[in-house]
Every structure is written in structure tokens, then in C-alpha cells.
């Protein structure tokens, strides 16, 4: 211990080299970096089954009347007790006395009665128009650690409450959001890389076809482009522990993919690498069976994000409120105009020489999303993000609270956390924090396919009066 009042140094002073040296550990070679993934593989999996049912499986907690009231059915807790005793055919909870609880299914049962039976001016089930296709929205941002897959996993758990059937594209190796929706993934061929190695497949078929008719040799087709070929969307799609929501999970060798693809691109270069997603959505009519995709993207522009970024409607970009992660984000949209532009020069200039019509990139909406944000030391830098971003921006900020990361150890979207592991109003706090994104994500969303039924109608009156 120093003389009392003398100021200690530095601990990084006065160091002993000798006794640095006795500390190390011999060299590190490449199959140490084996054990360490081989030990951090098996916490992730005892860490990741915290949110376990004892017997290994995920399951989605249930919803008690407050709840139920409160967030998922319009009514008051009385009047809805009166409706399940007037029917007993309905799902009637389990539990004693006045509180029930209920689960995702029962709830979206009932609401599908009360949206038949009940009050004509109240919402009981989110607008959907029909014969219009789903709305594709990515979450991408190539920093990590801005709360992208948080982000992505709590809007599909939020538009899953309000009704809506939710396929979530898990294109990030690491497979964090496949851990959050409890999903099993053997290797690639579970994931997306098949769907994409597919739509290769299938331009390598067509371009062989015309080089047969001019008597050039083929393009080389392969094991996995055989295999592909045999893989449709649906066979890479698994059930979630939640009734509405499906996924597509990732996991390490999905990274695969951002070597393979550019090879193909350079041995056939007509092919449109970027529209891959977009083209195994479409093949399966997927966009028909959901409301919503919600693709979480890898923390990079690679390619696995550009088919993201190309198959998607809306683009949702979370920040975090400190100048490297607005600096960050700012070059990330140069990086999306360079790539994009970069695209559509190249595929114009090939398309005006054939005299076939431009093709360009667009989105129906993009916003940058602060999200962690600390109200009592980030307001003045986020005042300044929102005015140099301007209508790129959410109005709204996502809070950082005490609930969201506790559910985050637990690895549980906060959806899922029991409200009776916290004070109330903790609670509530806590689930405002999403609630209120999804709020405004939901506002873009139905303002987007609302202005698609107007066009689709201006241009059906167009061709009837033609």
C-alpha cells in the first residue's frame, strides 16, 4: 500500500517483464483455436437452453387476462370474461379464479371471434389487404453490436402478438436469431445457401442450353448444384415455438456462401446474384402464405445481404446514438448506393443494348432505428443524427432497460419473459421499449401496402377504361 495521501501510479507502470513471461501459456497453434470453439460451442448450447423447457425443447410461455386486455384483445377484462362464459366453445384458459392464462394459439382464436362478433369500430385484427403479397423487411447494418438481430427478433415477436404470420430469414452465420427462435440447424443445407446455390442452378441449365445449340461446351454443374436443385424453400422452413412465427435458421457454414457466390458469378456473369432470395420467395408463392419476412442480415455488405437488401420492401437500419456508430452508418448508405448504382449501370448498359426495358433498385421505405438509447446522456447526439438523417429516421428511440437485458441472458426476446418475474411497471416500461417500435415499423408497413392497393386499383381502372 502507497503512504497514505501519496497518489498510487498507474497500474500499467513499473511491470516486471520476468513475471509477464511466466504467465504466458507456450504458443498458440491452429488446434488450440479448436478447443476454445469446441468449449464456447457448449456454452453457447448451455447458455442458449436457459430459455429451455426442461425436457430440451422451446416453448412459448402463456398470456394471463390482464395481458391479454391490455395488449392483445381490445376489450375490458370483465366484458371479456362475460364472452367466455357466454361460449364455452372458446378457449377458456387455464387456472383459477378471475385471471386465465392462455396460449397464442387460444388468443388468436378468440380474436378471430371477436373480430366476427364484436365491436365494429375496434381493430381485433391487423389490416391485411387482400390479393397484395407480404412485405419483405430487412434489418442490416454492416456494424455489429448496434442491436440488429434484437431488433429483427422483437419486431417479428411484436407483429406475431398483433396477428400476423411472420417468416423470419436468418442470413447471419453466427445464428443468433436461429438461438432466439430455438431453431436446429444441422448444416448449410438448412439454411438459405441451397435456395440461392439453386437459382444458380437453374441460370447454369438455361445458359448450357443455349451453348448446346451453338455447339459450345457447358458451364461445369456440379454435386451441390444437382443437390440444389432438388431443395425447395419449404424444405428449409421449421416451425417455432411460437404459432405464427417460421424460420429459416443459419448457422456457421452458411458463411459458405460468400466465398461460393462470387465464383459463380465470375464462371457465369449473366447471372444476377443479388436476386436469389428474391426469386426462391417467389418460386414457392411465400409471399402469399405470410404477412411478413423479416430477413436478419450478417453484420457486412456481402452477399448473403445484398440478396437481403434486394429482396426487400423495407429497410430497417439500427444505430446505436455515438458518432463511430453514425459514422458507421453513414458509410453504409454510400456503400448501398456505390453497390446498388454499381448494379444497375452494368445491367442497363447489357439491357440497352438489347433494347430491353432499365431495371432499377427501390424500396418502399428505409429508416435508420437508435436503438440502446439513454435518454440522459445521448439526447444532444441523437438530436444531431435525426437532423443530418432526416426522413431516413424513426421518430421514435428504442430504450435501453434493465428488463431487456435480463431477458437477453435468458436468451428470450422480452415477449417471452413472465411479468411476474418483475415489478409491473418494469414491465410495462420494458415492453414499451418494442412495443413502440413496432408501432412505428407497423405505421410504414401499412402505409406502404395501402399505397400498393391504390396503384393496383388506379391501374385496374386504367386497363378496364383502355
Known amino acids: ?62 398470456f394471463s387476462t390482464w395481458e391479454v386486455c391490455r395488449y392483445l384483445i381490445p376489450v375490458a377484462p370483465a366484458h371479456f370474461r362475460r364472452v367466455l362464459k357466454a361460449h364455452p366453445d372458446l378457449p377458456q384458459g387455464t387456472g383459477e379464479g378471475g385471471s386465465k392464462w392462455f396460449t397464442l394459439e387460444e388468443v388468436l382464436t378468440l380474436r378471430d371471434h371477436f373480430d366476427a362478433e364484436g365491436v365494429a369500430t375496434r381493430e381485433y385484427r391487423p389490416w391485411r389487404p387482400e390479393g397484395l403479397p407480404a412485405k419483405v423487411i430487412a434489418v442490416a447494418n454492416f456494424k455489429g453490436g448496434v442491436g440488429k438481430t434484437s431488433t429483427a427478433a422483437h419486431l417479428a415477436m411484436s407483429a406475431a402478438l398483433d396477428g ?25 443445407w438448412q439454411t438459405a445457401f441451397p435456395l440461392i446455390a439453386k437459382d444458380y442452378a437453374q441460370a447454369v441449365q438455361a445458359e448450357n442450353t443455349v451453348r448446346a445449340a451453338a455447339g459450345q461446351p457447358p ?39 460468400e466465398f461460393q457466390v462470387p465464383v459463380w458469378r465470375m464462371q457465369l456473369r449473366s447471372w444476377p446474384l443479388w436476386d436469389g432470395l428474391t426469386n426462391a420467395l417467389d418460386s414457392a408463392r411465400l409471399l402469399d402464405e405470410y404477412d411478413i419476412v423479416l430477413l436478419d442480415t450478417p453484420p457486412a455488405l456481402g452477399y448473403l445481404t445484398i440478396n437481403a437488401l434486394a429482396a426487400a420492401d423495407i429497410l430497417l437500419v439500427p444505430l446505436g ?42 424500396w418502399d421505405a428505409v429508416r435508420a432505428l437508435i436503438t440502446r438509447f439513454d435518454a440522459n446522456q445521448q439526447t444532444d447526439l441523437a438530436n444531431v443524427i435525426q437532423a443530418y ?71 385496374r381502372q386504367e386497363t378496364s377504361h383502355g
Request: hydrophobic share 40%; glycine share 8%.
Open 1 to 62: 500500500m502507497p503512504p497514505t495521501g501519496k497518489t498510487p501510479l498507474p497500474p500499467y507502470t513499473n511491470l516486471d517483464p520476468e513475471a509477464a513471461a511466466r504467465k504466458l501459456s507456450d504458443p498458440i497453434d491452429t488446434a488450440r483455436f479448436a478447443k476454445a470453439a469446441a468449449f464456447a460451442a457448449k456454452g453457447r448450447d448451455d447458455l442458449a437452453r436457459r430459455g429451455y423447457a426442461p425436457d430440451g425443447q422451446k416453448r412459448l410461455r402463456r
Open 164 to 188: 400476423y404470420k411472420v417468416l423470419v430469414v436468418d442470413l447471419d452465420s453466427q445464428g443468433s436469431m436461429t438461438s432466439i427462435m430455438g431453431g436446429k440447424v444441422a448444416d448449410e
Open 219 to 257: 458451364l461445369p454443374f456440379d454435386e451441390t448444384l444437382t443437390e440444389a436443385l432438388k431443395v425447395s424453400p419449404r424444405d428449409v422452413i421449421q416451425s417455432t415455438h411460437w404459432p405464427n412465427i417460421d424460420l429459416i435458421g443459419a448457422q456457421l457454414n452458411l458463411y459458405w456462401a
Open 321 to 362: 446514438a455515438s458518432f463511430l456508430e453514425f459514422d458507421s452508418t453513414g458509410r453504409f448508405f454510400d456503400m448501398l448506393y456505390s453497390t446498388f448504382a454499381s448494379i444497375e449501370d452494368g445491367e442497363n448498359a447489357a439491357r440497352r443494348r438489347d433494347g430491353l426495358p432499365e431495371m432499377r433498385f427501390e
Open 389 to 459: 438523417f432526416g426522413d431516413f429516421m424513426t421518430t421514435y428511440r428504442q430504450d435501453y432497460t434493465a428488463m431487456v437485458g435480463q431477458a437477453g441472458e435468458q436468451v428470450n426476446g422480452i415477449y417471452e419473459a413472465d411479468y411476474r418475474d418483475f415489478n409491473r411497471d418494469t414491465y410495462i416500461r420494458g415492453r414499451e421499449t418494442f412495443d413502440r417500435t413496432w408501432a412505428e415499423v407497423k405505421d410504414i408497413l401499412l402505409g406502404t401496402w395501402w399505397r400498393d392497393l391504390q396503384m393496383a386499383e388506379a391501374a
